[in-house]
């Protein structure tokens, strides 16, 4: 069925790196991905991967996938108080080019001083 | 320019009333959503417009009736609402077919 996991809290350091974890169960997902929600606002593409590739950078983000074990990971370098966010990861689900996104619970990260 | 706009952003109301939310896209995007969050931050697909034509439509108490004007609208009304109605609904577009969804800001209903 449509099940998309992920750990709920995360507290990191300022200048720490974040890891956040997700794992998925369609395997014929073309892309999956990364949303980022602030607070009182709607959710917003961070990045995505496409799921014959198994790592994506871009600037302070690295999106690692694993096909074998269907994990996704989301590694934030250098994270700062403005990452504070709740992340989503999101994978495609359906067929004849009408998919829907389904979402994880979202990871809250919380960055400290 | 706000790209996907909902309206309204806040909405109160008691239990049985019937109550609807209005979303606008002016991206030019040929696919509307409407999603559910409720307080633990889940996030559940529950329509999905294609050029005002259903295309996705979840498990969803028929008491919710989606409706697309035009492929730039979509608004949702809900009748005869009950306090499990309580959430955030987002409303978002896309490209055919994409998954990249950009989100409105979100309309926060509380049935009392």
């Known amino acids: 069925g449509e099940d998309v996991e992920q750990s709920l809290f995360l507290s990191v350091r300022e200048g720490d790196s974040s890891v956040i974890n997700c794992t998925y169960t369609?395997?014929?997902?073309?892309?999956l991905y990364w949303y980022k929600q602030e607070p009182g606002a709607g959710l917003q593409l961070l990045t995505y991967?496409?799921?014959n590739m198994d790592m994506k950078q871009d600037q302070r983000l690295t999106v690692l996938l694993n096909k074998k074990d269907k994990h996704l990971s989301l590694r934030i370098a250098d994270t700062q108080t403005g990452d504070s966010a709740i992340y989503f990861c999101?994978?495609?689900w359906g067929s004849g080019g009408y998919n829907k996104l389904i979402f994880g619970a979202g990871t809250r990260l919380a960055v400290h001083p | 320019d706000t790209a996907v706009s909902q309206t309204p952003k806040y909405l109160v109301t008691q239990m049985g009333n019937d109550k609807s939310i209005k979303c606008e896209q002016n991206?030019?995007?040929?696919?509307m959503y409407w999603y559910k969050q409720d307080s633990k931050k889940f996030l559940k697909i529950m329509f999905s417009?294609?050029?005002?034509?259903?295309?996705i439509n979840e498990t969803v108490p028929n008491r919710f009736s989606p409706k697309s004007p035009d492929k730039a609208h979509l608004n949702l009304h809900i009748n005869s609402l009950e306090l499990g109605d309580s959430a955030v609904y987002f409303c978002?577009?896309?490209?055919?077919?994409?998954?990249?969804?950009?989100f409105g800001e979100g309309s926060r209903l509380t049935v009392l």
């Open positions: 369609d395997s014929s997902s073309t892309y």
């Open positions: 999101a994978e495609s």
């Open positions: 991206l030019g995007h040929d696919t």
């Open positions: 978002a577009s896309s490209p055919e077919g994409s998954g990249e969804l950009f």
């Open positions: 991967i496409f799921s």
């Open positions: 417009y294609n050029n005002k034509e259903l295309i």
